[in-house]
């Protein structure tokens, strides 16, 4: 009896941080879609900053020196993936999230819902099934936007990271000759 309160008092308490989270993560999310909308547009019109940076960094290291310039080239190559692989982890991480968050919004309320069916009081049913089925579908919108956002921007990070390495490998011939 008492790990069923226990456990029940836990889950009540957890309740406003989970529902604070869900909305935290859908002002991200919000965020995040402003952001890649920008960037679209700024592919569209031929811009793609991090590839030309990287470029512009694999430029700047080569100093004529073979064994020096193919280790700076790499340098650069692997920051760009590793840049690459950090910016696309915060998509990732919404993918989860959201959809885990929205699943504890969902059991919580569920809890005092079937309570409140057992007592006969149908308002506190139907309105924590309200906010228990809200919330599986806010989080399961989270995640949805999140993955297509994040399978965007992979496709992006790919070709980035391509025409970087292919860059290096240009430069690093140039530099041969």
Request: proline share 2%; no cysteine.
């Amino acid at each position: 009896m008492w790990a069923k309160e226990a456990l029940g008092a836990i889950a009540d308490l957890l309740f406003v941080p989970v529902v604070v989270g869900l909305i935290g993560v859908v002002i991200w999310t919000m965020v995040a879609v402003g952001l890649f909308l920008r960037s679209f547009a700024g592919r569209a019109r031929g811009r793609r900053p991090a590839r030309d940076r990287y470029r512009a960094a694999i430029d700047a290291a080569l100093t004529g020196n073979a064994h020096d310039d193919e280790l700076a080239a790499e340098e650069v190559v692997a920051r760009a993936e590793s840049d690459a692989a950090r910016s696309l982890n915060s998509v990732r991480f919404a993918i989860r999230v959201g959809p885990s968050l929205g699943r504890m919004g969902t059991l919580i309320p569920m809890a005092t819902a079937l309570s409140g069916l057992a007592r006969g009081d149908l308002q506190v049913l139907a309105s924590n099934m309200v906010i228990a089925f809200s919330s599986t579908v806010v989080g399961l919108a989270v995640g949805v936007v999140a993955y297509l956002v994040a399978m965007v921007r992979e496709g992006w990070a790919r070709a980035d990271l391509d025409a970087v390495r292919f860059h290096a490998e240009r430069a690093l011939r140039r530099e041969e000759a």
